[in-house]
């Protein structure tokens, strides 16, 4: 029975447990729109992640003529920043078509992975370069409740803070693992799927033996 408990939590660990995402959540007391989001007027939300392997954001955007989605036209260029010593770091900007920002909530931002991230300062820009004003898009935020970073647009401090969600690829001990294996540092052998399944077994093995000498030879 202990056995069988270890080896169901050993699988939740590996498979399944997860560090917390960082996340800023509206509440529907607090809950409202951006300013818009067009031309020179650029979105800007300081935040956080929890874990590394940081490799995206959700946000929630509309078209500023909510109904008319389809007048919303150009791209959407989302730019992370990391803070350093020197002053804010681009290390990561793509671009979306406008319409598909708007058409799902939320959307997600996908960026590289970064594998080092957790507690450091980073922030999200979001432009709309092509859009003009009445055409461009507005951001669910929240109010002032995330003490992490602050929302700005067009260089000045808007109330509130963006709604976002941020995801991490390596939040679980089997993503780590995966990760590792493909650094080219390791050898072949190590990296396959075989030579994990074969380390796994052994430890269960030698857990099993451990468990059973504690258990039955006091």
Not at 25 to 46: K, N
Not at 76 to 82: S, Y
Request: net charge negative; proline share 4%.
């Amino acid at each position: 029975m202990v056995l069988a408990c270890v080896l169901a939590y050993e699988a939740y660990a590996f498979f399944i447990k997860e560090a917390g995402e960082a996340e800023n959540i509206a509440t529907a007391s607090d809950w409202h729109l951006t300013g818009e989001v067009a031309g020179d007027a650029v979105l800007e939300q300081g935040l956080v992640p929890h874990a590394d392997g940081f490799d995206g954001v959700d946000v929630w955007a509309h078209a500023t003529q909510e109904g008319h989605a389809g007048e919303t036209t150009g791209i959407v260029r989302f730019t992370i920043t990391r803070g350093t010593a020197t002053g804010p770091l681009t290390v990561a900007t793509v671009t979306y078509p406008a319409a598909e920002v708007v058409a799902k909530r939320p959307f997600h931002v996908t960026i590289p992975r970064l594998d080092v991230s957790a507690g450091q300062d980073f922030a999200i820009r979001i432009a709309a370069p092509d859009a003009t004003a009445g055409h461009g898009l507005r951001f669910e935020a929240s109010g002032p409740t995330y003490p992490q970073g602050a929302m700005t647009l067009g260089g000045r401090q808007e109330w509130g803070d963006l709604q976002f969600r941020t995801t991490a690829e390596r939040t679980t001990i089997y993503r780590n693992l995966r990760h590792l294996r493909q650094s080219t540092q390791v050898p072949d052998a190590v990296r396959s799927d075989l030579f994990l399944a074969v380390m796994l077994l052994l430890f269960n093995l030698a857990l099993a033996v451990l468990i059973y000498d504690v258990a039955f030879n006091e």
